[in-house]
C-alpha cells in the first residue's frame, strides 16, 4: 500500500515551496486539472492561479496538466491553458502510467525529474508514484466533485 501514500502534501498549490523542489532535481510539474488547479465543471483556473503557472514557468519549470476529464466539455479551460502555452493531456485515465508518460515524453523531462500535483490519492499520487514521479497530496478546492471521485475517496478513506 506503500504507492498510496504522497511524498508530501500541502493545502494548496500556493502552499507548495517550488524553491525547495528545484533543489531536488524536479524539473517538470504535472498538475491535475479538478479541484486542484481549478473548481469541478467550472470555468477556468483563477488569476491568482494563472500567474502561479507563469512565476513557475518563468523559473524554469516545464508544465503539463492531466486530466481524466474530457476536451469536449471544457473549451474555455483549454484556452486558458493554451494561451499559457501548457500543454493538457485529456482522459488521462489516472493512476495508469500512459498519461504520465505522454505528459513527460511532451516536455521532455524524465519522471525522476518530475512531480505530480493532485486532490487524489487513487487517481494523482497512486498514478504518479506508480510512473515513477514525486507526489503531492493538496486539499480539494472544493467540496464539490464527480460521483465517480466521492466513490475513490470513500475508497482512500477505507484504505487508510
Ligand atoms: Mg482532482
Redesign the pocket.
Known amino acids: 500500500m506503500n504507492h498510496i501514500r504522497p511524498r508530501a502534501r500541502a493545502r494548496s498549490i500556493h502552499a507548495i515551496d517550488y524553491q525547495a523542489l528545484w533543489e531536488k532535481g524536479i524539473r517538470a510539474l504535472l498538475f ?5 488547479l481549478g473548481l ?1 465543471r467550472a470555468g477556468p483556473p483563477s488569476a491568482r492561479t494563472a500567474e502561479l503557472l507563469q512565476r513557475l514557468s518563468a523559473a524554469g519549470f516545464k508544465l503539463a496538466v492531466i ?2 476529464g474530457r476536451l469536449c466539455q471544457r473549451p474555455e479551460v483549454l484556452e486558458f491553458f493554451s494561451g499559457l502555452g501548457i500543454p493538457v493531456i485529456w482522459r488521462a485515465r489516472k493512476p495508469l502510467p500512459g498519461g504520465f508518460r505522454r505528459a513527460l515524453k511532451a516536455l521532455g523531462v524524465d519522471p525522476r525529474k518530475a512531480a505530480m500535483i ?3 490519492v487513487l ?2 499520487v497512486l498514478g504518479g508514484n506508480l510512473a515513477g514521479l514525486y507526489t503531492i497530496l493538496v486539499q ?1 478546492l472544493s467540496p464539490h ?1 464527480s460521483r465517480f ?1 466521492k466513490f475513490n475517496r470513500l475508497l482512500e478513506r477505507w484504505l487508510r
Not at 491535475?32 to 486542484?36: A, E, I
Open positions: 491535475d486539472l479538478d479541484n486542484t469541478w486530466s481524466n493532485g486532490d487524489q487517481t494523482d480539494p466533485e471521485t
